[in-house]
């Protein structure tokens, strides 16, 4: 049975179902992976009936009571028993409940913190891709030239410029100053309740989220456009006549693209938890990044292994995607 | 409200120990007998009118609503507000800090002070139509009795409590206690249709507060229409449609969100956040003391045991350079156990001040009895503020010839170490709240044996004190008792206070009627009394 097929130019790839099934177990590999990781790193560093006995101002120097407490959370069995039990659980959407609120199943949490998180993701890409496409693409277009010294110093400032500094700049401007956008999403209500104050809400997280971004993305399409325009496909555009505009943005964009691409879905990922600056400075109710920092400095052994899984296969799907793109970009790339 | 803790770590992260400490009531020479006859509230303002919304921006969301869980109270101040919106207590504080009827009119001691009873008033209902009664009043403080459902169950364990009518509750405690409604009638009481095993008095809480919970999500709350008290004037309480409690972790952030109205009250939990608030005319900032940062040494530890060691080490700290080495005007030099706005006068009492040379002559004296200079071992909570101080303070104590470790330990491991019976410390960094409360709820923290006594201190003088101050309202008799704790306290050198710090509220135009008079939790306004001006 012929598992692979040829693509012009004589390369090689296998078949879509194959390609898509490698990549699914990828993300399933990424899963058990990361959890694993995150399962037997903190076992090994801390024992849960210290943590949860702290917390319920239990006598841990008992024996007795530790060893009411490790059979209460299942601790007394051996620690591949414990994972596997778990990743059975996880597998059905049961990630369990907090060690230090036993009444919050950690599903409901992460469930809850996602929309924030996803929506601060898309939103600060697309302002990030919406202002770092032209200004990367400017900025490539003449490079050397003033225009391109201006653009990449504005870059260079955004990625340099410490977030918290530049999320109380847009707070003091555009909230306090010209009061156009609230200070905190301290209310925050979900898109599709309520549109309006909902975009009110995530604009200034974004856009704080998306500077940053903006500079870096700026830095490496003006690099890769500065080569692509001196590829021969783009000469003999040119030698035709095509204006610059179609140049960068018909012939120019598409094989610039390529690095950005990667880059992106690695953004997307880091966003994913790594918003806590944002979330906490810009108040908002819930989110993955806070969720993750309380659970560590609680040791909430549940809530970061099952926060710190869903962010892993989350990334894993954003790679998948992004190397879809890729894909759809420049047929040449073999998956 | 009225109970205090002792945050294990710097600067109030974590709760971990509580112990009670309560405002005395420095007006009364005799045992309590205090009457009331009606339901209003002290302290209303004739300019308060009813309606609106109040928004209070607060460092953090209240892990739980439940009064039961965690130690059994509010672990911070938005939690105090939360509770105070939701729950009546037996007893309330006026303005300057004296107990005032609320739920009990009156309480009255046997004469030896070991029988307590209480008159409760009638016609008080619980948001679910039931009565707020005795027995109400008793199966609260009954249930908190069993370990099974409140971690407070040892402090209440030692007190039965009865309801001989539908009026009377009657409080019967083994030892004499004269101050049993400052320590203990600060109980949030809650319905007890919720007083069963499993009740999510979290989501769904059942008081007979001036607020009912609206959303726990947004922490909202609305008025509770069938509330119990009026003003002064005979107005219905509360004057509030609505309450809000507004997470904001960043001061930065939540002076902004005041400044543009989004927020009409913001606590704040450090110094220069108040500086900067009472610079800005358009906002009336009440400051208040917010607790000691200090060093407990423990004393089950050979090095430690040797007065001379404790002796040394209060002689290498610098509290001016450690205030200076974090954010200027966070911090001041604490001098005395005492210090932070006790109700009880204390003159002097002053720990010793930074004096290298002589630490460095102690220790000469240490070397020289022939046991060597023992390698001390300092944890602490890790959080950026400790880090931040306790190097220096380990710097200083380094500077005078001792070998020292840091340990930064995460909450929980440092309340394991602290709590869970580990001997494993020489020195612990922790924060004492502001004790303005009475001095006698330190008992917890200074009588020997005591599980909330984390230094194994043990002195039969101090022990001796705060059972005779347990006989006595005499406020001169107590400042005598207390002066004496103190002057034993800088003898032993076992709590060593190094810094204070200063918390308050800050309001904008729109909030009125603001009122903090609880002295532990500073932040908390009396939420019954809050009204929103009319723009």
């Not at chain 1, 943590?51 to 407490?69: F, K």
């Not at chain 1, 891709?129 to 653009?151: F, Q, S, T, Y």
């Amino acid at each position: 049975m012929a598992v692979v097929e040829t693509i012009p130019g004589g390369a090689s790839r296998r078949p879509a179902f194959i390609r898509l099934g490698g990549r699914i177990l990828t993300v399933i590999g990424v899963a058990i992976f990361v959890s694993a990781a995150t399962f037997f790193l903190l076992r090994v560093s801390r024992d849960p009936v210290d943590v949860v006995g702290a917390a319920r101002g239990a006598d841990i120097s008992n024996p007795a009571v530790r060893a009411t407490l490790a059979a209460e959370l299942g601790t007394d069995r051996p620690l591949f028993v414990q994972y596997f039990d778990w990743l059975g659980n996880a597998a059905q959407g049961d990630l369990g409940v907090s060690y230090l609120r036993p009444d919050q199943e950690v599903a409901d949490t992460i469930i809850r913190a996602l929309p924030v998180n996803l929506e601060l993701v898309v939103v600060s890409q697309l302002i990030a891709l919406l202002i770092g496409i032209p200004m990367g693409l400017a900025a490539g277009a003449r490079a050397g030239a003033r225009l391109d010294r201006v653009l990449s110093g504005i870059a260079s400032g955004f990625v340099s410029a410490p977030g918290f500094v530049v999320a109380i700049g847009l707070i003091t401007l555009f909230a306090v100053r010209l009061p156009w956008f609230p200070v905190t999403a301290s209310g925050y209500v979900g898109f599709f309740e309520d549109p309006w104050t909902n975009l009110q809400q995530i604009l200034l997280p974004s856009l704080a989220l998306a500077l940053p971004m903006v500079g870096v993305y700026t830095r490496v399409l003006r690099s890769d456009v500065a080569d692509t325009l001196q590829e021969d496909f783009i000469l003999m555009a040119r030698s035709k006549g095509v204006s610059t505009r179609r140049v960068l943005l018909a012939h120019a964009l598409r094989p610039s693209s390529l690095s950005l691409i990667p880059l992106v879905a690695l953004q997307c990922g880091a966003l994913l938890g790594g918003s806590i600056l944002v979330e906490q400075l810009f108040a908002f109710p819930f989110g993955l990044g806070t969720s993750l920092s309380a659970a560590a400095i609680s040791v909430d052994i549940p809530v970061l292994l099952g926060v710190s899984t869903t962010i892993a296969v989350l990334f894993a799907l954003v790679t998948l995607a992004a190397d879809a793109v890729a894909r759809s970009v420049d047929p040449r790339i073999d998956g | 409200m009225i109970r205090a803790r002792v945050a294990i770590g710097v600067l109030g992260v974590g709760t971990l120990v509580s112990v009670a400490a309560c405002s005395g009531n420095n007006a009364e020479t005799s045992v309590a007998v205090k009457e009331s006859t009606t339901t209003s509230a002290k302290g209303s303002d004739p300019a308060a009118t009813p309606g609106g919304k109040l928004t209070i921006g607060v460092e953090a969301a209240p892990a739980s609503l439940d009064p039961l869980s965690g130690s059994g109270g509010a672990s911070t101040g938005a939690g105090a507000t939360a509770l105070d919106a939701l729950y009546n207590v037996l007893a309330v504080r006026d303005a300057s800090g004296a107990l005032q009827p609320s739920v009990a009119l009156s309480w009255t001691p046997n004469d030896a002070l070991t029988v307590w009873t209480v008159k409760i008033a009638t016609g008080i209902k619980f948001s679910d139509g039931t009565p707020l009664d005795a027995a109400a009043v008793a199966a609260n403080y009954t249930f908190r009795a069993d370990p099974a459902n409140c971690k407070c169950a040892s402090k209440w364990s030692k007190i039965a409590v009865a309801a001989p009518d539908p009026t009377t509750v009657t409080f019967t405690i083994a030892a004499a206690n004269a101050h049993l409604p400052e320590t203990d009638f600060n109980t949030s009481l809650v319905a007890p249709s919720t007083l069963v095993p499993g009740a999510d008095r979290d989501r769904s809480p059942i008081g007979s507060g001036p607020f009912t919970l609206a959303d726990r999500g947004s922490l909202s709350f609305k008025k509770n229409p069938n509330y119990w008290k009026s003003d002064d004037n005979g107005q219905k309480l509360p004057y509030l449609d609505e309450l809000q409690l507004a997470p904001i972790p960043d001061p930065t952030v939540r002076i902004a969100a005041l400044t543009r109205g989004e927020i009409d009250m913001m606590e704040v939990l450090d110094g220069p956040t108040l500086t900067q608030a009472q610079a800005n005319s358009a906002f009336t900032v009440d400051r208040a003391a917010g607790g000691t940062t200090a060093v407990i040494a423990n004393t089950t530890r050979p090095a430690i045991k040797n007065l001379k060691v404790r002796q040394a080490l209060s002689y290498t700290v610098d509290r001016e350079a450690l205030a200076q080495s974090y954010l200027p005007g966070a911090f001041e030099p604490a001098y005395s156990f005492f210090a932070s706005g006790s109700s009880i006068q204390i003159s002097g009492g002053e720990y010793p001040k930074y004096d290298l040379a002589k630490a460095q002559e102690l220790v000469a004296e240490v070397k020289a009895e022939g046991n060597g200079l023992p390698a001390l071992k300092l944890i602490c909570a890790k959080l950026p503020e400790a880090e931040a101080l306790i190097e220096v303070a380990k710097n200083q104590i380094t500077a005078a010839g001792f070998e020292t470790t840091l340990s930064m330990l995460d909450i929980g491991e440092f309340a394991a170490q602290l709590l869970g019976g580990s001997s494993d410390w020489d020195l612990a960094c922790v924060r004492l709240p502001a004790f303005g409360g009475d001095p006698q709820g330190l008992s917890d923290l200074l009588v020997t044996g005591q599980p909330s006594n984390i230094a194994r201190y043990s002195n039969p003088e101090v022990d001796a004190l705060f059972e005779k101050d347990r006989t006595t309202t005499d406020p001169a008799k107590r400042s005598e008792t207390y002066q004496k704790v103190s002057d034993a306290l800088v003898r032993d050198l076992v709590y060593v206070p190094l810094l204070t710090s200063s918390i308050g509220t800050v309001s904008n135009a729109n909030a009125r009627g603001v009122t903090t008079n609880d002295l532990t939790w500073a932040t908390k306004p009396n939420t019954e009394l809050l009204w929103r001006a009319k723009s």
